[in-house]
């Protein structure tokens, strides 16, 4: 069994910063690929960012390319997500999601089903 715990979110003015964190227990948390994902009110839940298990690559939303950062720290079983330049639309409930499906792979996605495991959420809010 995988839990992620989220942390790292609130209320933030627009263009200001957040990092997001999720700490990972049970399984061997480097050998999988991780993911970010976020759901605004009155929306799907959709993808933001991921990871390799080795962090060599990397994959972002348009919408956050250029503005975020996906990274993880193996000894410290955790995965962020640095949000600079946020904006109002950035609102939303922001999800860590594992994908233990594959180890020591190199293919990260961005389809919800591809990952097994998922945190509580954290609430980011960004006003105007």
């Known amino acids: 069994q995988v839990q992620l715990v989220e942390s790292g979110g609130g209320l933030v003015q627009a263009g200001g910063s957040l990092r997001l964190s999720c700490a990972a227990s049970?399984?061997?948390?480097?050998?999988?690929?991780m993911g970010w994902f976020r759901q605004a009110p009155g929306k799907e839940r959709e993808f933001v960012a991921a990871?390799?298990?080795?962090?060599?690559?990397?994959y972002y939303a348009d919408s956050a390319k250029g503005r975020f950062i996906i990274s993880r720290d193996d000894a410290k079983n955790t995965v962020y997500l640095q949000m600079n330049s946020l904006k109002p639309e950035d609102t939303a409930v922001y999800y860590c999601?594992?994908?233990?499906?594959?180890?020591?792979?190199?293919?990260?996605?961005?389809?919800?089903?591809?990952?097994?495991?998922w945190g509580q959420g954290t609430q980011v809010t960004v006003s105007s």
């Open positions: 049970g399984r061997t948390f480097r050998r999988y690929a």
């Open positions: 990871i390799s298990w080795s962090g060599s690559r990397t």
């Open positions: 999601a594992a994908d233990y499906r594959q180890y020591y792979s190199e293919n990260i996605y961005t389809g919800e089903g591809n990952y097994d495991y």
